[in-house]
């Protein structure tokens, strides 16, 4: 089959590229192998069961369909799963080949991007890396509306779903897109915390008329988990007025929350009003199809291509949450960065860890518990004033570990420490920093997220 793969495959997959999307092909298609053709049929190989079911299911008549517009004479495709050996001799030709076809296979992995100190928007979030599936096309597609039409199309543009189903990543991928299509436009993200903390520091400061400037002199306001303004009446007020500005401006303006309008406690009803004023759209858990699409995404971001069989156990037992889902992955990966060899048994000992159920055990006095331990130090230590080089990594890795296992809030995580929400922000910022310059420290806060987590 060496012939035909290197006069006509690299076409037949471009074909298939251009008909499901960079990010489809990439997850499902970039593995396939012709194995052999006989009367009319050409078999085409897989590296597990699950994938030859769902390309069935999915895309065979997408695959037949490419193949036909370059090898007429064949009639139709049988797909089959590779065998061990099999597997082994895809990879090793593939990579054989990798620098003559690199458009075809395996992309290089995505640079890590920092968040825009104007806009607050994480470059990283991108329509062409969001994972589409029945949960989320309808707000995907109305994202992509409003991206090329702000103020337009959709004004407001409400989306609600549960925590961790990848409203962070449309939202800002509105604002990402927004700006590629036109560099001068004026976008902010923000979340309603953040908003909220600003808000009272200017009334504080005296500084009012600074806040207002700032909010509404965009062209696109983008202000996510509105839930959190239940009960901030004066906070409301000022959103209330903000909004009719940007709205009576014909400017686009953007929310999400963990829940509809109708239904978040103590907001005013003319706010209510405004949220449901334009399109109220919802994301739902992702499917299994889309769960496998996202690891296997993530995985190939990191550089790193693991076995079927692994990525069908992370997404089988994390069902709900895609940031329980990449961190179940990140673990994993983290073991196989090792060289270590992981077992079936292994690899559902780790994931099961990163469950939602699993984390509610997780109290944030057995992450301080735990880190002390981990440095042998006295847990009244963290909350001193002490500003020892040593000491203040430490509360940073604290602080670190507080955020994306308990999922605390900024202002919360301040009230444990005793400290102002914002050297709260400060230390955290500040570790995610030292984390992309230093792997180092990545290991070290996987060693003891480890601990706090078995």
């Known amino acids: 089959m060496d012939d035909l793969f290197e006069t006509t495959w690299e076409k037949i997959l ?4 251009e008909n499901v999307g960079q990010s489809l092909y990439n997850v499902w298609f970039a593995n396939l192998m012709p194995k052999n ?3 009319g049929i050409l078999k085409i190989e897989v590296q597990s069961k699950f994938v030859k079911d769902w390309l069935e299911k999915k895309f065979q008549h997408i695959i037949l369909k490419a193949i036909k517009e370059e090898l007429p004479e064949i009639k139709n495709i049988e797909i089959c799963v590779s065998t061990k050996n099999d597997v082994n001799k ?3 030709y593939k990579k054989s080949i990798q620098t003559k076809f690199h458009k075809v296979f395996l992309e290089k992995p995505l640079s890590i991007f920092d968040t825009n100190p104007h806009t607050n928007l994480n470059p ?3 329509f062409d890396n969001f994972v589409v599936g029945k949960s989320n096309e309808l707000a995907f597609a109305a994202c992509q509306a409003v991206a090329k039409n702000p103020g337009k199309s959709h004004n407001p543009l409400f989306i609600y779903g549960p925590v961790g189903v990848g409203k962070t990543h449309l939202l800002q991928a ?3 897109e927004t700006l590629r299509i036109n560099k001068n436009s004026k976008v902010k993200y923000i979340t309603t915390e953040e ?3 600003e808000f009272i520091n200017a009334l504080k400061n005296h500084s009012m008329e600074d806040f207002k400037t700032k909010f509404r002199e965009v062209d696109i306001l983008i202000l996510d988990d509105v839930q959190f303004l239940s009960g901030k009446n004066t906070s409301q007020e000022e959103l209330f007025h903000t909004f009719n500005y940007l709205y009576n401006m014909y400017k686009q303006i953007i929310f999400s929350s963990d829940r509809p309008p109708r239904l978040i406690p103590d907001i005013e009803e003319r706010l209510k009003s405004r949220f449901e004023g334009g399109l109220v759209i919802d994301i739902n858990p992702p499917d299994i199809e889309t769960r496998l699409a996202i690891l296997k995404l993530k995985s190939q971001e990191k550089g790193i291509i693991l076995d079927e069989e692994i990525y069908e156990i992370i997404a089988k037992k994390i069902t709900h949450n895609i940031r329980e889902l990449e961190g179940a992955l990140s673990a994993v990966l983290f073991y196989y960065s090792k060289n270590e060899k992981i077992s079936k048994d292994k690899i559902e000992e780790i994931v099961k860890k990163f469950s939602k159920d699993y984390y509610r055990k997780i109290t944030p006095k057995k ?3 735990i880190i002390c331990e981990h440095y042998d130090i006295k847990e009244e230590d963290v909350f001193k ?5 040593n000491l203040v990594e430490i509360r940073q890795f604290l602080i670190y570990l507080l955020r994306e296992i308990s999922q605390l809030s900024y202002t919360s995580i301040g009230q444990i420490l005793k400290k102002d929400h914002t050297t709260i922000i400060y230390s955290y910022e500040k570790i995610v920093e030292k984390i992309k310059n230093k792997p180092e420290l990545n290991q070290e806060l996987e060693t003891i997220k480890s601990k706090i987590i078995e």
């Open 37 to 39: 053709y006989s009367q």
């Open 124 to 126: 990283r979030y991108r």
């Open 90 to 92: 895809i990879i090793t």
């Open 385 to 389: 004033k002490t500003r020892t080089k």
């Open 367 to 369: 992450i301080i518990k």
């Open 195 to 197: 908003f909220t903390n």
């Open 174 to 176: 509105v604002g990402n």
């Open 14 to 17: 471009n074909n298939i590229k």
